[in-house]
């Protein structure tokens, strides 16, 4: 009874190309005076995992998931990791929801965390998303293929522009690193090219760090 039915929003994931593991959602909610309520779902593990079970030892054995170019070693078995907790598009999942208002300064207030009943409505990607906010491509078919879908994906970037000046204004550092990715063909390295972050990339980052501050203050 404490679950909330969140379902008829329009979350959406942004994600690498490659992504199997969809680990959170988020969606935006217009209010008064350019005040605009975030809502970030992050995938419900617990709900399918009991503690101290078989799997729950091997997951704290494994403590993490690795990601390399060949092969990704996954912290779950890829039954739960790819499915059953995945937040997957056109799938109902449990989430615990993140939520916080954003106002025109980019301050953030009113935090609520509770779980909920969610369904990706589109699995994006960081780079079509990106270029098609940044003018370099048009919209992507998995945005126009869900009404409204736009238009929250512009709200969305509007209010993490908000939240990285504040940040920034605040004392936040930029760290210029060189991030890359192999290219393999049949198990060989051809190539290697860096990863260019875009604004689709900066809507999670932003999202995410201002949801870990409400956690954060939460569990304080």
Known sequence: ENVRDLRSLLWASIDNDDSRDLDQ????????DGVVRIYVAV???????????PVDVHAR????????????FTMLPERLCYDLTSLNAREERLAVVVAYTV????????????????????????????????????????VAAVEGLAEQLN???????????????????????VESRAVMEEGVVVDI???????AHAIIEDFMIAANGVTARYLA
């Not at 959602?25 to 209010?31: K, R």
């Not at 054995?61 to 990704?72: H, P």
């Not at 935090?111 to 960081?126: C, D, G, H, Q, W």
């Not at 090219?193 to 604004?199: D, M, Q, S, T, Y």
């Open 61 to 72: 054995r494994n403590t993490t998931s690795v990601y390399t170019a060949a092969r990704i």
């Open 103 to 142: 106002d025109r300064e980019g301050a953030v207030s009113e935090p609520e965390i509770y779980r909920a009943l969610v369904e990706n409505k589109a699995k994006l990607t960081y780079n079509a998303v990106g270029a098609w906010l940044e003018g370099r491509a048009d919209m992507p078919p998995q």
């Open 193 to 199: 090219v860096p990863e260019e972050k875009n604004r």
């Open 43 to 53: 995938a419900d593990v617990d709900a399918r995992l009991r503690k101290n079970s």
């Open 155 to 177: 709200l969305q970037d509007e209010v993490a522009q908000r939240l990285c000046e504040r940040r920034h204004e605040r004392g936040a550092l930029v760290l210029d690193t």
């Open 25 to 32: 959602l988020t969606v935006s909610e217009q209010l008064r």
